[in-house]
């Protein structure tokens, strides 16, 4: 299994400003995936961030609101700028490790105010 | 468009009692995960289910796949106090573990 650790684990942040949500990995993996929570919701695909390439976003998130990094096979940072109330949610990251198993860190739990 | 469907959405049971999740998808997929997530935590892989027919079983819960009718079932016997919690299932939307959700299926357990 992998073991992930993520953070900040929550955050409260002015409209306005960024939070930039760090996740390292006990381990080289190839693909990393963001993913948000918002409150009471299931799971939603931000992004896909393999190193040494451009993250693939999902419809609805831009590389404008949520630059990610991927500078190395075991960490990856997600930024979620000009944030405002509507943020307010949990950002997962998440690798696959054995047995085609997906982890997950911690989350980190952002309210905007 | 993949969508997964979830139900029930909530579930309130008495411990010692069996019950079913189930989870529909709308198109062919090759796996399909089930989850558990407890309040303010993240979430716990439960099974991963990689072929029709297959069926995964750990303590009181089992999962199974029907890819012929895009189904999944997770099974809880005997309930107990422990396993209240929210579980979701996903699906592999392609071949590179990008998951579309269920809505998550939030179960009490009472003692």
Redesign the interface.
């Known amino acids: 299994s992998a073991v992930i650790s993520q953070k900040p684990s929550r955050d409260i942040c002015q409209r306005g400003t960024s939070l930039t949500i760090q996740c390292q990995v006990d381990s080289q993996v190839t693909?990393m995936?963001w993913y948000r929570q918002q409150p009471g919701?299931?799971?939603?695909?931000i992004a896909?961030a393999n190193q040494g390439s451009e993250a693939t976003y999902?419809s609805g998130f831009v590389i404008d609101k949520f630059p990610i990094s991927r500078p190395n096979l075991t960490f990856s940072t997600l930024t979620v700028s000009n944030l405002s109330p509507e943020d307010s949610s949990i950002y997962?990251c998440s690798v696959?490790g054995d047995?085609?198993?997906?982890?997950?860190?911690?989350?980190t739990?952002l309210s905007v105010l | 468009e993949l969508k997964v469907e979830q139900n029930p959405l909530f579930l309130s049971m008495q411990e010692g009692k069996n019950y079913t999740i189930y989870c529909n998808y709308s198109t062919t997929s090759d796996r399909l995960y089930w989850y558990r997530q407890d309040p303010g935590k993240s979430l716990e892989s439960l099974f991963v289910l990689l072929s029709n027919g297959a069926v995964k079983q750990e303590g009181r819960l089992m999962a199974s796949l029907d890819t012929k009718a895009r189904l999944s079932t997770l099974h809880i016997t005997a309930a107990v106090h422990d396993l209240s919690a929210t579980y979701f299932c996903a699906v592999e939307a392609d071949s590179n573990y990008q998951l579309i959700w269920g809505a998550g299926t939030k179960l009490i357990i009472k003692p």
């Open positions: 693909m995936f919701q299931s799971l939603t695909l896909t999902e997962l696959v047995a085609k198993k997906l982890f997950f860190g911690s989350g739990q």
